[in-house]
């Protein structure tokens, strides 16, 4: 009976062993992909991406993938229509984008199933160097609690060499750590040849003096940790680091009557990975814009119809235009003709000719600020989740995306339990941290490619693409096992809290509005049963 158990034991551990494998094939694709954001595309990048589709194709096939093995020879499929001697045109970025999307949406769920940070594909890990290996152990602990992949890197080499395999999300380091060299000293080695800073955190028994902090900054230092301070904002940071790696590549919407000016802007904008969209016909534009939905507009200021002030100055007057960004791109060398530009609602002005790698810059500063500015505007302020609103709004989307693909979406509603007494007993502060709790464990334990919002008060929900119900069912089921184990720190002591939830899967057809009064039913029975379970609405 033993050698068995051993048998399946060691069938389980090769599977496991050949799924990672898959894994790390799917991951070196996708950072692939994500290279041609941060590096000019260059001739040989097809070249690499031909060769690592061509390794996860095979292996997703020898290990029985079929799913990735689909998408993989769908990606195929597009990347056959590249013209492999220039980059990639809008369409095929939106294509392949949407692919590589829907390749981290698989390979998520594919995770080691016993791993805590289970959804984190594009893994980076945080390291922890600090001597103590009490602290080092707690510090782990408290980041693996909410699915932060942490590793411990218990001296200077080990650390350096794991820097060297791969560039962590984060160091928590001792700021004396190992006398010899220091934790300043060894952070900077590390910087060395880093374009981005890798954030560090000083571990550090006392109050850090301004010099400490200062000298901190220097070498990438985002704040301090001592062993008192719960590592609960140092976490929420890194979390927000951790999805900052959103997929999605910019929309520019380029406005020029001249064809060959507006190709030539988009050329150098697509070897960066961004779409775009030209607009020959100024008048035109609103059904552009609510179209292609841009992340900001390139306008040349002198077009037949009408100028680019004009047509700026009309965008500023319509609530719904008013926030997208708009660079000025023009021969006009008149510093007076350039400022009364921007001060009807330009937000930034280049002269032709611009040089790429000034348009890139310029454009791919505009685009990240504007969507973080949309992100503070959309997130609710307790917990940095969607709000109400917007994740109504973002349903709508993912429906639609789930029409046109053809593939399952689920809807999860989630409500904590008893929560009123939480408050009674503890005060609301106490309240308020079990909720900001709950939404960091939501943002660490669910894919990247799940949508969460705040629905209000103690509600939750959860939109999870490409998920049938009972995958959805076994998730919330998952999470709630795991926040059910969080303690949640209340003075001197911790409290623990659980969940209710209700689950629907989107029928074809189906109004958002059902479908979610689908999901409540399911929630409410889920409460009426006794609490701390999950239910899934019957079609
Ligand atoms: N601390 C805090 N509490 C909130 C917030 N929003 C809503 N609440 C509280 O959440 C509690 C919800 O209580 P009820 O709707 O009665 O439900 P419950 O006590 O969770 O009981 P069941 O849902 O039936 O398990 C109320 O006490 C609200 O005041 C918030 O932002 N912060």
Redesign the pocket.
Known sequence: MKEIADDKERVKELQMHFGRRVISDARALVEQWFSLREQHWQADWYHQFSSKLQRLEKSAQRYEQPNLARIAADIRGIFEQCDMARAPKSQMIAALADHISQLTQVAARHTDPNSTAKLAFIRQDVYVAIADAEMAESVLQQLESFGIHAEITADPDSLQRARAYRRPLAVVIDFNFFAHEGGLALMERLQHDQQRKIPAIFYLREEPSMAQRLAAIRVGGQGFINNDVSLMRTVEKLERDAHSRVPDPYRVLIVDDSKTQSMHAAQILNAVGIITEAVFDPLTLFEHIDDFQPDMILMDMYMPQCNGVELATVLRQLPQYDRIPIIFLSAEEDVAKQMAAMAEGGDDFLTKPVRPEILVATVQHRCKRNRAMRTWMERDS?TGLYDHSHILQRLQAELHRAERQKTHLSFAMI??????????TYG?????R??KNLSLLLRQRLRKTDIIGRY???EFVVILPETDAEHARQVMTELLHAFKDVRHPVGEKDIQCSF?SGVAQWIPGEAASDLSVRADTALYAA?EQG?SRVEVSQP
Not at 415 to 424: G, I, S
Not at 428 to 432: L, Q, S, T
Request: aromatic share 4%; charged share 40%; hydrophobic share 35%.
């Open positions: 307790l409500d904590l339990d008893k929560f009123k007494a939480v408050n009674d609301h502060p106490a309240g308020d079990v909720l209000g008060g103690e209710s409460k609490r």
